[in-house]
């Protein structure tokens, strides 16, 4: 008999043995069913693991190539950029690799930018993939600026689309900062080719800058310099054409610098050198003439000592007066 206080009241609960036993039955009947469940549940999953459905995968790297620029660029910001002058053809090979135990038929290849551009590439026979091999697909289209801005880098998503074995369709999707390394793609102006052709000329030059010693050639170099500085500002605006013309500026003021320098240059160290042999010639000329007085005093010393022997000599032999 249990006692139970509830409230300012008390209950009696009579429980029998019989009552503990069956309830003690039940709760092993349910934790055997359990069990068995759970034992299915995982059988089914370890059997269903080793169906291996048909897919294809795309590689971890794209490989671009006919690229006018591949790195960073400030107008874009820090991200890696792959660009492509307006008009030129844009070459691109995607690895496809099927997946084990499989093989899978690719029909077409999409390659969809953030602005809805689709670049589609249809694929007819459809090209089969065995089971751990891995195909190249080669695509190429146009860089179009009335296409894709300049003003902006782009991102894009790539599409494989492909049968599988039981005649359905699927598709692989990889976006542009899921491979490695990951390039934003952008169309470039021709200004904007011409204005990365002067400005490494620019940086080259700049270099050279501390081996420029005449007066004129390193005005001509700090003007060049200001160029660059102005062009950076206006290439940073979006301002293209403007940035090429400073860039321009700078480069044919370096040159003129340099040219300035290889002529007056030498001039000046040459003169700086026939000035330099001319004291020394001068100063050799002056050593031989103190040489040469030197020489003289002493021959007139020595000359003196002589007669002065000789008067003693002459001395010694003169006879005396008896």
């Known amino acids: 008999m249990k006692k139970i206080r509830l409230v300012g009241q008390v209950f009696y609960i009579k429980r029998d043995k019989t009552q503990f036993r069956s309830e003690e039955s039940n709760v092993k009947k349910i934790g055997k069913i359990s069990i068995v469940v759970l034992t299915v549940l995982f059988a089914g999953l370890a059997f269903m693991s080793t169906i291996k459905p048909a897919r294809a995968t795309i590689g971890g790297s794209l490989y671009w190539s006919g690229y006018t620029f591949l790195g960073t660029d400030s107008f874009y910001g820090t991200a890696s950029i792959v660009a492509y002058v307006n008009g030129s053809t844009v070459k691109l090979l995607i690895p496809v690799t099927s997946s084990p135990h499989s093989y899978v038929n690719v029909t077409s290849i999409n390659i969809i930018f953030e602005t809805g551009l689709n670049k589609t590439f249809n694929y ?14 080669e695509v190429s289209f146009t860089a179009n600026q009335n296409e894709l801005s300049n003003l902006v880098a782009h991102t894009y998503t790539v599409y494989v689309n492909f049968i599988k074995p039981d005649a359905t369709t699927d598709k692989f999707t990889k976006d542009w900062d899921d491979f490695n390394p990951d390039y934003k793609f952008v169309v470039y102006s021709g200004d904007q080719k011409d204005i990365k052709e002067l400005a490494a000329k620019c940086s080259v030059y700049s270099n050279l800058y501390s081996y420029v010693y005449t007066t004129q050639a390193r005005v001509l170099a700090f003007q060049a310099n200001a160029e660059v500085s102005q062009a950076s500002i206006l290439l940073n605006r979006g301002d293209f054409a403007g940035a090429k013309t400073h860039y ?75």
């Open 248 to 322: 321009g500026a700078a480069v044919t003021l370096y040159e003129q610098a340099l040219d300035y320098e290889g002529e007056k240059g030498t001039q000046q160290q040459d003169a700086e050198m026939n000035a330099m042999l001319t004291e020394a010639d001068a100063a050799m000329i002056s050593a031989q003439a103190l040489a040469n007085q030197a020489y003289g005093y002493i021959l007139f010393g020595l000359g003196w000592i002589l007669i002065g022997i000789g008067v003693i000599i002459y001395g010694s032999k003169k006879p005396k007066a008896s």
């Open 124 to 137: 007819s026979p459809v090209v089969k993939i065995i089971s751990g091999e891995t195909k190249y697909f």
